[in-house]
């Protein structure tokens, strides 16, 4: 209930604790508890409010030995300046001291740089002197030792104070900086909630209020570990921060995908322009790219491929994970976290482990010989949890070893997913060339470039290898230019975007070789460009 302004009389302070915290994508729901005993004057209860709060949501409750009546609730906004004498007090005086050390070391800065201004001049003169006047060789090194070693030591000296000067002048602008705000303080902003109640009698009372704080969200983190078993663990994190200016200590933590700050109204549609490019824009863009890529076929490959592909001991007790109560309405997906999370009002980001599990997975490689000479590890994982996989970004760890990060979708139960793994060196792979041939003579007025490959393929694993071996042919952007896929060992079609793929499943310690012939034929008169093999 909510009412713009409580009737006025005897007020009473009602200490209360932070009891549950349900935490949004951009905001939290707080609840708060607190018992006092009422003597059957009381009209209003009053508690203080982080200034985050939307005091519109403000809502009260309540439960008690005798009958109580809530009249409703009003917000106050109060203000409230922190005392900063001492504070101040104690900054002047290490201004004053730090200023006195600057003093000290600028004084012995000048010192040292006169000594060695003299250094200086006495060596200019030696050397006139003994131009003039020679000398025996040991008298003349023995000067020369003294003034090089003088001068040594008073130039890393200066060196010193001068470092010294600097650290103290960072040191002093931090303090004024801070000076200054503190003889210009702002107010402290916080809201006082007033809830109006008729007393029934006397006896114990407790009060809830729940409110929505700003400046709270939480985010899907996973952590998927990955070993040879054919199982990939899943750590369902979230990552929860919030700097709503009170503390979160033991609280009953829950953590929704609602998106209450959407509204209740659909959104309006805008028109939809559209326009041409302008031909200078074309240009350019033709430019840049033609700079940056060696030939626009293999980026077009580039981009599909990223599309497609992608200890015993004794008995020691291991730690168990906080269980996690998950519940679906809708489309709307809650984490009741068990036991009592404390999350600061520090802005930083806290982890609070949901669920971890394992999931089956099938290992695969993929291998593109023609852009690396190594293979991909990828796993196919089904989700087998009776929840959605949330999007959000994973950490992928490989046998213990970080591999890398990810960003997760949107993944349904059952749903099938993969997780690329990086390099393994447990395949070898070999791509050569083994014919280049250009046609002497112009059949039917066309010039024709044969090309063969090699390509040779070591299990060096002590398991099974199931590959997927891409290779890529060049793909004409010309109707003019012809590309045909001789033959190939063993068999295969060009797919889209000239590309050809093997799969196979390569016992241990196994080697196949690949190998396949296209040619390319285009009229005499035109050059084409693109040919980097």
């Given at each position: 209930m909510?009412?713009a302004?409580?009737p006025s009389?005897?007020?009473?302070t009602?200490?209360?604790q ?5 935490v949004?994508?951009?905001r ?12 059957g004057q ?5 508690l203080?409010?982080p ?6 949501s403000v ?6 030995a ?8 009003s917000?106050?906004?109060l203000y ?5 004498e ?10 004053q ?11 012995t ?13 006495i ?8 131009a003039r ?13 003294f003034?090089?070693q003088?001068?040594?030591?008073l ?9 010294q ?21 702002k ?16 006896g ?11 400046r ?11 070993n ?21 200590q033991n ?10 700050g959407?509204?209740?109204?659909p959104?309006?549609?805008h ?13 350019r863009?033709?430019?840049r ?13 580039d ?12 008995a020691l ?8 109560a998950?519940?679906?309405?809708g489309?709307v ?26 999931y ?7 291998a593109?010989?023609?852009?690396v ?6 796993a ?8 959605a996989?949330l ?6 760890f ?13 993944i349904?139960?059952n749903?099938?997913f993969?997780?690329n793994?990086?390099?393994d ?20 007025n ?8 090699r ?16 290779e890529?042919?060049p793909v004409?952007?010309?109707?003019q ?7 190939s060992?063993?068999q ?6 000239g590309v050809v ?6 016992p241990p ?16 008169e ?8």
């Open positions: 909510n009412s302004t409580p009389g005897k007020r009473t009602v200490n209360t932070i009891d549950a915290v349900t949004y994508t951009d939290a729901l707080v609840t708060r508890r607190g018992k006092v005993t009422l003597t009381e009209q209003e209860l009053e203080t409010l200034a985050s709060i939307q005091t519109e809502r009260a409750s309540g439960k008690g005798m009958l109580v009546k809530l009249l409703g609730v917000t106050e906004r409230a300046k922190e005392p900063v001492e504070r101040v007090a104690n900054l002047e005086q290490q201004l001291q730090l200023e006195t050390q600057k003093r000290s070391v600028q004084d800065l000048q010192a040292a740089q006169l000594q060695r201004s003299y250094v200086q001049s060596s200019e003169k030696s050397v006139e002197r003994l006047h020679p000398v025996n060789l040991d008298d003349t090194t023995q000067l020369l030792n003034i090089g003088q001068y040594s030591q130039s890393n000296a200066i060196a010193q104070q001068e470092e000067r600097l650290e103290l002048d960072k040191q002093l602008i931090a303090l004024r900086k801070q000076l200054q705000q503190l003889n210009n303080p107010p402290k902003e916080r809201f006082s909630v007033i809830v109006g109640i008729e007393s029934q009698g006397e114990d009372f407790e009060l809830e209020v729940s409110y929505i704080v700003n709270a969200s939480w985010i899907p983190l996973y952590d998927m570990r990955v040879r078993s054919n199982l990939v663990n899943l750590s369902y994190l979230a990552e929860v921060q919030q700097s709503s200016g009170e503390d979160w609280v009953a933590l829950t953590l929704s995908t609602a998106k209450p959407l509204g209740t109204l959104p309006k549609l028109p939809w322009y559209i326009d041409v490019r302008s031909p200078q824009y074309n240009t863009k033709r430019a790219r033609s700079a940056d890529t060696p030939s626009l076929a293999e980026d077009d490959f981009e599909m491929v990223m599309m497609a592909a992608a200890p015993a001991g004794g007790i291991e730690a168990e994970n906080v269980e996690t998950v519940s679906r309405e489309g997906v809650t984490f009741q976290v068990s036991g009592g999370s404390n999350i600061p009002s520090d802005g930083a980001p806290h982890k609070i482990t949901i669920f971890s599990d394992n089956p997975c099938q290992l695969q490689y993929i593109m010989p023609r852009l000479s190594f293979a991909y590890l990828q196919k994982v089904t989700n087998s949890a009776t929840g996989i999007p959000g970004k994973a950490n992928i490989r046998d213990n070893m970080f591999v890398g990060t990810t960003q997760l979708e949107n349904a139960p749903q099938e993969e997780l793994l990086g390099i060196e447990g395949l070898k792979i070999e791509r050569d060339l083994i014919e280049r041939q250009v046609d002497k003579k112009l059949l039917v066309q010039r024709r470039i044969t090309y063969a490959y390509l040779k393929v070591t299990n060096l694993l002590e398991r099974e290898a199931k590959l997927k071996l891409i890529q042919l004409s952007r010309n109707e230019v012809k590309i045909r896929l001789n033959r060992n063993p295969i079609q060009i797919g889209e975007m793929e093997w799969a196979i499943a390569l310690q196994a080697q196949q070789e690949f190998t396949y012939q296209f040619t390319i034929e285009h009229p005499p035109i050059t084409v460009i693109g040919l980097d093999i």
